[in-house]
């Protein structure tokens, strides 16, 4: 049973003077989307960008940062400035026109585009239809080469036709800037104007959107923020087809596409001026997913791909859509709430870094800012709404510890020992103890506050025994994991599952965010013969899942059979970080003490059964590590020149008060996080021990990091490739099985 909310925020309205900042419902959030454009300006990343969000109703927010121009001379950038939208084109002209001659009863969707475009309909492509080409799903390639557009317009459509699709339509997505080159000349064609004329005809002049046009005119040219041509699209494609394609080739502002979104928005109207009809525009946003449910479109905009990163973390996937740019351009619209945000930036101005990073960073905080924050329920959260149900008139053990709080901060224990509908008998605790503080083996205990029995599962067993289980008809498990194989948590959860089902005992589990899900599942998969408490299961390193998908897996999979119950998060998502639910961060064990930690914990507690200090004993466990036979400024700048993606190294000297080295100076790095979204843990654990062994030889223990690693075939690897970055090979295939294999398992988008 999940439970499902939906915020509908009030999105405020109010007047807003170029470059002035109005009233959010959550200003807050609006200085990190700030922060994150400044520190893109900073690096070098954008020259400037224009910010606005809004609603329905007008704009609530609108800036100007940095720079239009950096050279022949630096120009402030202005909030009226004109942008090459790169790919944005597809929904602002190509799309929506195509939607506009539906409305007329011109096509359908169903068409085949040959019926309009006979040229096209060669070489398999006789039943491609409009729908698939405005989904990315026709068979066509990507793009074709440059060279085929050297002999003028006519000359590359004949190429386009001419080209053999690559898979059978409707097969799969491919993003393909061919499917919107064919399906802007279908406008021309079908509309009896070229796209530019059409769209300014039907779209853009009746809007309002007075600075939107293809081939901007000369006295524009002040206004128009550069790429590496000012005036001129960037897109060769669009370049060699005079400027004027489906794919690419509009120049705009950011407030004509906010007009644009508040149209969409407004179901089709906007300032009493109707461009489509609302059936029309729900036609067009409606979610068109492939057989997988995955790489959701929507006609002309993109919704859950890929691409998404326009989406950031806090609009909803699966029902919110935008668009991206290649010259550093977004958009993003979230229908049920009615707000938007455009960012629009001119990044190959100052070179070719990525802003992919920037639109996930900007849309997440400008959807705080205008939403609030994502607020996930624990499946805790989600039992105790529903009256503990499944548990009522049942004899319940709880296996817990401190992590087991519901997100008010009681903890589970107090909350089943109050309610009428359970009858808590008796606790289990795991590594660490009930309150997690115990960093050693763990006796049997008494839990103070209830006087409830508290069994060990770290002491002389690790399994529940036949004993601990009488008088119990259900266990449940409610403990916060950290995402990483080898940590011990899971093991517990499978070990208990195996015992419950020899017991006859049910087994309920009580889900909580994987905080450091968006990594994904990463590095190669325990090896069948080195399975143990630090490898319960074959999985990899890291494995995106969260406690209740992995015992969902675990019980199909594994053979820890039992008669299973997993109660859901509401809210959660797997691009989800852990400070983005809103719950409070309790150290899961004595030196698991942040996110940042649990996030390097992959890479940096792959290497700890080596003779290195990772820092416990210490106030920044798993953010440094060192040990005395290490020279710390040589192996932070060997580090650092291996170009670890996400990490930067400083020189360091600590002394641990406890645990390895206790008491001994350490010389070793301290470890920043510049980029969360960049790590390759298992990559960069790797190759940290690569690098200790090459600077240190025999002084390392290099043997010993197979013991977290608990693979043969990846420990050979590392010791011997000759390229670090070519390691993820050695697993990939492996890892690409067991994606498939937990597919079934999974609950959460």
């Known amino acids: 049973m999940k439970l499902r909310w939906i915020v509908l925020a009030v999105c405020v309205c109010a007047a807003v003077g170029r470059g002035i900042r109005a009233d959010v419902p959550y200003p807050m959030y609006v200085q990190q989307a700030e922060a994150a454009i400044d520190k893109a300006i900073r690096r070098g990343h954008i020259p400037g960008a224009v910010l606005v969000m809004g609603n329905a109703d007008g704009v609530t927010y609108r800036k100007a940062f940095g720079h239009r121009t950096l050279r022949p001379k630096r120009t402030p950038m202005t909030p009226d400035t004109v942008f090459d939208a790169a790919s944005l084109t597809k929904p602002l002209a190509t799309a929506i026109c195509v939607m506009k001659l539906i409305e007329q009863n011109k096509l359908a969707l169903t068409d085949p585009v040959a019926k309009y475009l006979?040229?096209?309909?060669?070489?398999?492509?006789?039943?491609?239809?409009?729908?698939?080409?405005?989904?990315?799903?026709?068979?066509?390639?990507?793009?074709?080469?440059?060279?085929?557009?050297?002999?003028?317009?006519?000359?590359?459509?004949?190429?386009?036709?001419?080209?053999?699709?690559?898979?059978?339509?409707?097969?799969?997505?491919?993003?393909s800037d061919l499917g919107y080159i064919v399906l802007g000349e279908l406008v021309a064609k079908v509309s009896g104007k070229p796209l530019n004329v059409f769209a300014h005809d039907a779209i853009y002049q009746p809007l309002g959107m007075n600075d939107t046009t293809f081939n901007p005119p000369a006295d524009w040219r002040d206004r128009i923020a550069p790429t590496t041509f000012t005036g001129r699209v960037h897109d060769p494609r669009a370049a060699a087809l005079g400027g004027v394609a489906g794919h690419a080739g509009v120049f705009t502002t950011a407030d004509d596409i906010a007009r644009y979104c508040r149209m969409i928005i407004g179901g089709g109207e906007l300032d009493g001026r109707r461009i489509l009809s609302e059936l029309t525009v729900d036609l067009m946003i409606e979610p068109r997913c492939g057989a997988d449910r995955r790489n959701c479109r929507a006609l002309g905009f993109d919704v859950d791909t890929g691409y998404s990163s326009a989406r950031g973390r806090r609009f909803t996937p699966g029902v919110t859509f935008g668009h991206t740019g290649f010259t550093g351009t977004m958009f993003w619209i979230d229908p049920v709430n009615k707000c938007y945000v455009v960012m629009l930036t001119n990044r190959l101005h100052a070179g070719d870094d990525s802003t992919v990073p920037l639109y996930r960073a900007v849309s997440t905080a400008a959807a705080k800012a205008m939403l609030g924050p994502l607020r996930v329920w624990n499946g805790i959260d989600v039992l105790a709404h529903d009256d503990f149900k499944p548990l009522t008139g049942q004899r319940v053990g709880l296996i817990t510890n401190h992590t087991g709080i519901d997100r008010h901060g009681w903890r589970t224990i107090d909350l089943m020992q109050s309610s009428k509908s359970v009858n808590l008998v008796a606790l289990f605790s795991p590594e660490h103890g009930l309150f997690g503080a115990v960093d050693e083996k763990v006796g049997h205990s008494v839990d103070p506050k209830t006087g409830l029995k508290v069994f060990s599962l770290y002491g002389e067993t690790r399994r529940p025994t036949p004993q601990m289980l009488e008088g119990i008809d259900t266990l449940v498990f409610d403990i916060q994991d950290i995402g990483t194989r080898f940590y011990t948590y899971i093991a517990t959860m499978a070990y208990a599952m195996e015992a419950a089902g020899k017991a006859g005992v049910k087994f309920v589990v009580l889900d909580r965010p994987n905080p450091i899900a968006p990594l994904g599942a990463t590095g190669p998969l325990a090896d069948v013969d080195r399975?143990?408490?630090?490898?319960?299961?074959?999985?990899?390193?890291?494995?995106?899942?969260?406690?209740?998908?992995?015992?969902?897996?675990?019980?199909?999979?594994?053979?820890?059979?039992?008669?299973?119950?997993?109660?859901?998060?509401?809210?959660?998502?797997?691009?989800?970080?852990?400070?983005?639910?809103?719950?409070?961060?309790?150290?899961?064990?004595?030196?698991?003490?942040?996110?940042?930690q649990a996030a390097l914990y992959p890479a940096i507690g792959l290497i700890e059964s080596t003779n290195l200090s990772v820092g416990r004993g210490t106030d920044e466990p798993f953010e440094r590590f060192g040990a005395p036979w290490i020279e710390s400024r040589q192996l932070a700048v060997a580090l650092n020149e291996s170009d670890l993606p996400g990490l930067r190294f400083v020189p360091i000297a600590f002394v641990p008060e406890s645990s390895k080295f206790a008491g001994e100076t350490c010389q070793g790095v301290h470890i920043i996080v510049t980029d969360r979204e960049a790590l390759q843990p298992v990559e960069s654990g790797l190759t940290i021990a690569r690098v200790l062994r090459d600077l240190y030889g025999e002084k390392f223990d290099a043997a010993r990091v197979l013991n977290l690693l608990a693979s043969a075939e990846a420990q050979t690897a590392w010791q011997t490739t000759g390229d670090p970055s070519k390691l993820s090979d050695t697993w990939s295939a492996s890892l690409e099985a067991f994606g498939k294999r937990r597919a079934p398992y999974l609950i959460y988008r």
Request: glycine fraction near 8%.
């Open 118 to 175: 006979p040229a096209f309909g060669t070489v398999g492509k006789q039943t491609v239809t409009i729908e698939q080409l405005l989904l990315h799903r026709s068979g066509l390639e990507p793009a074709n080469s440059i060279d085929a557009y050297a002999n003028g317009h006519e000359a590359a459509l004949q190429n386009i036709y001419n080209l053999q699709l690559e898979y059978e339509p409707g097969e799969r997505f491919v993003y």
């Open 531 to 596: 399975l143990g408490f630090t490898a319960a299961e074959p999985i990899p390193v890291t494995h995106g899942m969260t406690v209740g998908e992995l015992a969902r897996m675990f019980k199909h999979e594994y053979g820890c059979d039992c008669e299973l119950l997993v109660v859901p998060m509401g809210d959660w998502r797997r691009d989800l970080w852990f400070d983005e639910t809103a719950l409070p961060w309790i150290n899961p064990s004595p030196n698991m003490r942040n996110p940042t």
